[in-house]
């Protein structure tokens, strides 16, 4: 794997985070380039900790992985700067490109007042009101490489990389939310976000050609989520007490979103969705996250013929079904919990 794309196949929240960590962790890669913008937030485990990352990219599990945040990237000054202090960061592991675009505090009254978290359930963390004000390129607007308190992090990214690429060094693209968030190519606009959220969106917002691609790998849940409140459909929807019954988990299921703390949507697996994921994605390998709320008996396992027969049987299925190996199986909600096939 040189360049490898991490890519959401449903709605967000599949585990992008875990799967990145997992791979920086097991095969040392030289470079993560993050995407997007704080409106997503990708969970990481140091220490047996939970950490959710919104800014900094899930590589920095591994202390000789460089960090980098692409020009597509939208960045809250505040939020990035919390991070960065919280992990030391020295501008010798992380690099910020000039063109990122800034989101100031009336981004997020905008939004607010537009009142987009009632009427789309967006996160109104003012990164589809920046995304607004770049495309109007207005002369007020900020790019991180105007702001002093970046200074020391600002590089051109897409340069960077691609000499690291030269290198033979081996990069992770970072993706961010799903597939069916798109806004150019989610069948639920305009429940979507603001950005394509696809593997050749992301290498847009990167600099990268396609061709320097050789994996993409693709993240799925077997129980796709959707923040609360009015945030579109979801095929198939249940409640956590369902899944819990069914799984036999012995305490409560519940999940709540990075960025706001509300109590995540869920549904049964969708086939149809993630289909189309993968006819638009293309992906090499498939990680297919939180096989233990098909069943109990798969929390923590580590050994693919310790899985369940039951599980075995849905891994099948969705291999036939999608024509793509499933490289990656998530037990847990750690990044440790991860059977690796690849």
């Not at 592991?93 to 007042?113: F, G, Q, S, V, W």
């Not at 396992?301 to 490289?327: G, Q």
Request: hydrophobic share 35%.
């Amino acid at each position: 794997m040189n360049v490898t794309v991490i890519v959401g196949g449903q709605f967000g929240g599949e585990g992008k985070g875990k799967i990145t960590a997992h791979l920086c962790r097991t095969y040392n890669f030289d470079a993560v380039v993050r995407c997007g913008g704080p409106n997503s937030g990708h969970t990481i485990t140091i220490n047996n900790r939970s950490i959710a990352l919104r800014q900094i990219p899930a590589g920095v599990v591994n202390a000789n992985t460089k960090l980098f945040l692409a020009a597509g990237c939208l960045i809250d000054v505040d939020v990035l700067l919390k991070e960065i202090k919280f992990f030391n960061l020295t501008p010798e592991r992380l690099k910020i490109d000039k063109n990122a675009m800034i989101i100031d505090k009336k981004d997020i009254e905008i939004e607010t007042n537009m009142r987009l978290r009632d009427r789309i359930g967006s996160t109104c963390t003012g990164v589809g009101s920046a995304v607004i004000k770049r495309i109007l390129r207005k002369k007020e607007t900020k790019l991180a490489k105007d702001l002093t308190d970046l200074a020391p992090y600002i590089t051109n990214v897409s340069q960077e990389i691609n000499q690291l690429i030269d290198k033979g060094k081996r990069i992770i693209v970072e993706g961010t939310q799903g597939f069916g968030l798109s806004i150019y190519h989610s069948p639920y606009y305009p429940y979507t976000t603001s950005r394509d959220t696809t593997a050749s969106g992301f290498l847009s917002e990167v600099g990268l050609s396609p061709l320097v691609v050789s994996d993409v790998i693709m993240v799925i849940r077997t129980f796709p989520i959707r923040v609360g409140g009015n945030s579109g459909p979801l095929p198939k929807e249940i409640d956590w007490k369902t899944i819990q019954i069914e799984s036999g988990y012995p305490y409560e299921i519940k999940e709540f979103t990075t960025v706001t703390n509300r109590l995540r949507r869920v549904g049964r697996f969708d086939i149809e969705i993630v289909k189309k994921a993968v006819m638009v994605n293309r992906p090499t390998n498939i990680a297919l996250m939180g096989v233990d709320y098909l069943d109990y008996k798969n929390k923590g396992v580590t050994n693919y013929n310790k899985l369940t027969n039951r599980t075995k049987d849905f891994i099948s299925y969705l291999e036939k079904e999608l024509k793509t190996k499933i490289s990656f199986i998530g037990t847990g909600p750690t990044d440790y919990e991860i059977i690796d096939l690849l």
